[in-house]
């Protein structure tokens, strides 16, 4: 039997737990913050309380690889650990991992995280389309088989983007927008969602786009880099209904208080539904 496909899981967390994604990026100034050192110990600590905080309850945790990646194989050793533990306790998780490399290696990056059997098998992974959409082939077919997703990214959070992503294609499109009917085109005839996910900032005012690609949209850029979930009406238009908030020092500045997490994650769910609600 083929496995339930993502973009029907993601539906319904979001339906039942509600639209918000954690992200888990454990910088040096936040385990300082914590009272931890910046070391194994004290990733293991953070990360630990951020997934017993969270994982029972927000509808996806966002762990960022390369916060782990610093510490070396020890760091990805609690990377794995996050991941199992996270997904047992009923959320999916999302590795923020932003891959993007041509066709044969992008199929060793799909085998990491897109593999039943692998040990940081993720319920989906962040890549980069900007080596070519179809450069991301082998991990769309591998999330196919194994129900998970990918997300793609479209139009980034951070100011830099917008000379690549705004740049227009030899057929009139900007860059973004020849990526987001990519997207739409995988996911074309998928219900309720399809698995394949675009990446838009929450910050960027106006998306400027056709965002209407039938899966879900990850938004970072609420808290830190100054949006807030009123914002998203007027960044996602009609497609709004599909936005999964992405926000991490938003909510892990409120650690390590176990409480403080969770009252964090559980006011931004409120202002979501309410900005979602009230579009
Ligand atoms: O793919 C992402 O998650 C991502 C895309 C993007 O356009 N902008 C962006 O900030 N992110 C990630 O989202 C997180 C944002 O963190 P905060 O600004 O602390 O909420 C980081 O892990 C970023 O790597």
Redesign the pocket.
């Known amino acids: 039997m083929s496995p339930e496909p993502f973009g029907a899981r993601l539906r319904h967390a979001m339906d039942t737990r509600g639209p918000l994604c954690v992200?888990i990026?454990p910088h040096a100034s936040l385990l300082t913050a914590w009272g931890l050192n910046d070391d194994v110990a004290g990733l293991e600590r953070f990360t630990r309380t951020v997934v017993e905080a969270l994982a029972d309850r927000v509808a996806v945790l966002?762990p960022?690889s390369a916060f782990f990646e610093r510490f070396g194989s020890r760091g990805i050793a609690v990377l794995e650990k996050a991941v199992q533990e996270a997904r047992a306790a009923g959320a999916l998780v999302l590795m923020?991992a932003?891959r993007g490399d041509i066709g044969s290696t992008m199929g060793a990056y799909a085998a990491t995280y897109l593999e039943k059997d692998s040990p940081l098998f993720s319920d989906a992974v962040?890549v980069s389309p900007y080596l070519g959409f179809g450069s991301l082939r082998p991990a769309l077919d591998a999330a196919v088989l194994s129900g998970a997703g990918v997300?793609v990214?479209a139009l980034?959070?951070?100011p830099e983007g917008a000379e690549v992503q705004r740049a227009t294609a030899a057929d009139g499109r900007s860059l973004a927008q020849l990526m987001l009917d990519h997207m739409a085109a995988e996911n074309e005839g998928m219900t309720p969602l399809g698995s394949v996910g675009a990446?838009v900032?929450a910050t960027l005012g106006d998306a400027g786009a056709n965002l209407a690609i039938n899966g879900p949209l990850?938004a970072?850029?609420?808290?830190?880099?100054g949006a807030t979930p009123a914002d998203l009406p007027g960044v996602f238009g009609s497609s709004v209904g599909n936005v999964v908030p992405?926000?991490?020092?938003?909510v892990l500045s409120q650690g390590p208080d176990v409480a403080g997490l969770r009252e964090a994650a559980e006011r931004l769910t409120d202002e979501i539904r309410a900005a979602v609600a009230g579009s």
């Open positions: 992200g990026d966002k960022q923020d932003k962040t997300f990214l980034t959070s951070n990446v900032g990850l970072p850029g609420i808290g830190a880099q992405s926000v991490s020092r938003g």
